[in-house]
């Protein structure tokens, strides 16, 4: 049998397939990476303990996240702009993470908007929001998704502002003068496939659920300067009340990376967290996710669900976290180079990719039933 495909080989992929600024806008990391680099660095650093000779022909590795079945405790976290690694990018991805039992989060700054995706792409159970100033147009695009279906709503707060991102800076990612223009182009021309497929034939490209105040076909530097101007840093706790007001289902709330906003979470009414640096793309040196998960259990284990991400790439990982007491994890990075290097199938075979490893990792760890991991898996 056929090794199943790894993180690095669909990274590898995608920057063979993706413009420079596209690839780098992906993988790269706010300030100087520290951050990023520790996410994956202190996942490899946890040791499983290996445990043998037991009865491991029945595993069960199903879970429930917010509420929802899920085949394995793992879902699509939102990505932005992932219409651009792929022609309609989020519908296929939906479509995978469908085929494959998980849910799908839609990020609020996706290319299709979340009616398109709901209709093309199948289950959408999450989507994801950021704060932005306009209230009346957050009220109206909250009810568009209710309405179309979103049954648990991902309240990202760890972007009061995009974090400080050097090499896409450098890749001319901001850039909207001519320069920009012309290195943009430069860039697509060397990527003949995704040209066509991707910028020709995937159109329009703006922020879908944002086209009605941006406009359709607006740039990457474009939505970047509105995301910029319109993003609200006067967010608090007690905004989570009006959204609470708006929202009937589960609302989890991501960028959690400390016990005292953990606690100060659940407090304000959410019904679980997402612990995550934003996968060290936001203020650089802070804790990796994995690391900062202990303490966050310990201090709010059993009030609600706890996810992470940052740094999953393997079922091995998934595992790790299960064992520190995340109810789940959700992919970023992994699922953007799969869907960038080889579309919908991509998605799913890198989603059959971390199942088989799962499998592998509780055969060895004597771990049959998932939901019941515990540190006891950890040497
Ligand atoms: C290209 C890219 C775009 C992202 N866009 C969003 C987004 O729109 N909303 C959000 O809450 N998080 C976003 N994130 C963060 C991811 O949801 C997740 O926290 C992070 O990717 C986890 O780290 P990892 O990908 O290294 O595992 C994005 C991440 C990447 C890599």
């Given at each position: 049998?056929?090794?199943p495909?790894?993180?690095?080989?669909y990274?590898?992929?995608a920057?063979?397939?993706?413009?420079?600024?596209l690839?780098?806008y992906?993988?790269?990391?706010?300030f100087d990476?520290?951050?990023?680099a520790?996410?994956?660095s202190?996942?490899?650093?946890i040791r499983?303990?290996?445990r043998?000779?037991r009865?491991?022909?029945?595993l069960d590795?199903?879970?429930?996240l917010a509420?929802?079945?899920a085949?394995?405790?793992?879902?699509?976290?939102?990505?932005?702009?992932?219409?651009m690694y792929a022609?309609?990018?989020?519908?296929?991805?939906?479509r995978?993470?469908?085929?494959e039992?998980i849910?799908?989060?839609?990020s609020?700054?996706?290319?299709?908007?979340?009616t398109?995706?709901?209709?093309?792409?199948?289950q959408?159970?999450?989507?994801q929001l950021y704060?932005?100033?306009?209230?009346?147009?957050?009220?109206?695009?909250?009810?568009?998704?209710?309405a179309?279906?979103a049954?648990?709503?991902v309240f990202?707060?760890?972007m009061?502002?995009?974090?400080i991102?050097?090499?896409?800076?450098?890749?001319g990612l901001?850039?909207?003068?001519p320069r920009g223009f012309?290195r943009?182009a430069?860039?697509g021309i060397?990527?003949p496939a995704?040209l066509?497929?991707?910028?020709?034939?995937?159109?329009?490209?703006?922020?879908?659920?944002?086209a009605?105040?941006?406009?359709?076909?607006?740039?990457?530097?474009?939505?970047w300067a509105?995301?910029r101007?319109?993003?609200d840093c006067?967010t608090?706790?007690?905004?989570l009340?009006?959204v609470?007001?708006r929202w009937p289902?589960?609302?989890l709330?991501?960028?959690?990376?400390?016990?005292?906003d953990a606690?100060?979470?659940?407090?304000?009414?959410a019904d679980?967290?997402?612990?995550?640096n934003?996968g060290g793309?936001?203020l650089?040196?802070v804790?990796?996710a994995i690391?900062?998960l202990?303490?966050?259990?310990?201090?709010v284990?059993?009030?609600?669900t706890?996810l992470?991400?940052?740094g999953?790439?393997?079922?091995?990982?998934?595992l790790?976290?299960l064992a520190?007491?995340?109810d789940?994890?959700?992919?970023?990075?992994?699922?953007?180079?799969?869907?960038?290097a080889?579309?919908?199938?991509?998605?799913?075979s890198?989603?059959?990719?971390?199942?088989a490893e799962l499998?592998v990792?509780m055969?060895?760890?004597?771990c049959?039933?998932?939901?019941?991991?515990?540190?006891?898996l950890?040497?």
């Amino acid at each position: 049998m056929a090794s199943p495909p790894s993180y690095q080989s669909y990274r590898a992929g995608a920057r063979r397939r993706l413009p420079h600024m596209l690839f780098e806008y992906i993988d790269s990391g706010a300030f100087d990476e520290r951050t990023l680099a520790a996410n994956e660095s202190d996942f490899a650093a946890i040791r499983l303990k290996q445990r043998v000779m037991r009865d491991m022909t029945q595993l069960d590795m199903t879970a429930t996240l917010a509420g929802l079945p899920a085949a394995i405790p793992v879902a699509l976290g939102p990505v932005g702009f992932a219409g651009m690694y792929a022609r309609r990018g989020e519908v296929h991805a939906a479509r995978a993470a469908t085929a494959e039992g998980i849910p799908f989060c839609l990020s609020a700054v996706s290319v299709c908007d979340y009616t398109e995706v709901r209709q093309d792409g199948g289950q959408v159970p999450w989507f994801q929001l950021y704060m932005i100033r306009d209230r009346a147009y957050m009220r109206d695009l909250i009810d568009r998704v209710l309405a179309a279906g979103a049954q648990t709503l991902v309240f990202t707060v760890d972007m009061p502002l995009p974090g400080i991102r050097r090499r896409d800076e450098a890749s001319g990612l901001y850039d909207t003068g001519p320069r920009g223009f012309m290195r943009q182009a430069w860039q697509g021309i060397r990527r003949p496939a995704w040209l066509c497929d991707v910028y020709l034939r995937g159109r329009p490209h703006g922020f879908g659920n944002f086209a009605a105040a941006i406009g359709p076909q607006s740039s990457l530097g474009d939505n970047w300067a509105w995301i910029r101007e319109n993003f609200d840093c006067a967010t608090n706790w007690d905004d989570l009340a009006w959204v609470r007001e708006r929202w009937p289902g589960e609302i989890l709330i991501k960028g959690i990376l400390c016990p005292e906003d953990a606690v100060a979470a659940f407090h304000a009414g959410a019904d679980g967290i997402v612990v995550s640096n934003h996968g060290g793309r936001q203020l650089d040196s802070v804790s990796s996710a994995i690391a900062a998960l202990p303490a966050i259990v310990d201090a709010v284990g059993g009030r609600g669900t706890i996810l992470m991400d940052g740094g999953v790439r393997s079922g091995l990982d998934v595992l790790k976290a299960l064992a520190l007491g995340a109810d789940g994890c959700l992919l970023g990075r992994a699922w953007a180079y799969a869907l960038a290097a080889d579309g919908e199938r991509g998605v799913i075979s890198m989603i059959q990719a971390l199942k088989a490893e799962l499998r592998v990792a509780m055969t060895l760890t004597g771990c049959n039933v998932l939901r019941e991991a515990g540190r006891a898996l950890l040497a």
